[in-house]
């Protein structure tokens, strides 16, 4: 395999085990999941999927680093073994890893402060806030 390729699967990896401990995992383990459905890897991809998030998420609670370099390794050598087989190619992992590094750059890992003031007098009813009202 060519270092390129191997920088993808590497670069993968590590972004697909940052994604799993963040609100935003159910959108990338859709991605992912299908990602490997049309690669023909086996069904137990998305089970390991599922384990590792939660080995991921006790970890780090327990604030043990290592497991997340373990899973990390683990998800690198199953990305490139997919390369490898033929079964997915350089184009469908880098198409992956655009698509996982996006959810990633819109995911928020820490929750922002909202602080709302209201001004102008005495409101008789209820006060809604609101980001974008579409569809109306």
Known sequence: MDSELA????SGATTLVSLMVTDSWTHAHDLVGRFFSRS???GTAI????TARTQLLAAEAAEDTQTACDIT???H???QRLLQAGSATGDDLRDL???LQRIADNS???PSTVRNDISGG???GPVIQSGRIAGL
Not at 7 to 10: I, R
Not at 47 to 50: F, P, S, Y
């Open 47 to 50: 089970t390991d999927l599922d």
């Open 97 to 99: 890893l655009t698509s």
């Open 77 to 79: 050598a199953c990305l």
């Open 7 to 10: 920088a993808l699967a590497a």
């Open 73 to 75: 390794e683990q998800w």
């Open 108 to 110: 928020d890992p820490q």
């Open 40 to 42: 023909g890897a086996d």
């Open 122 to 124: 005495v409101q008789h």
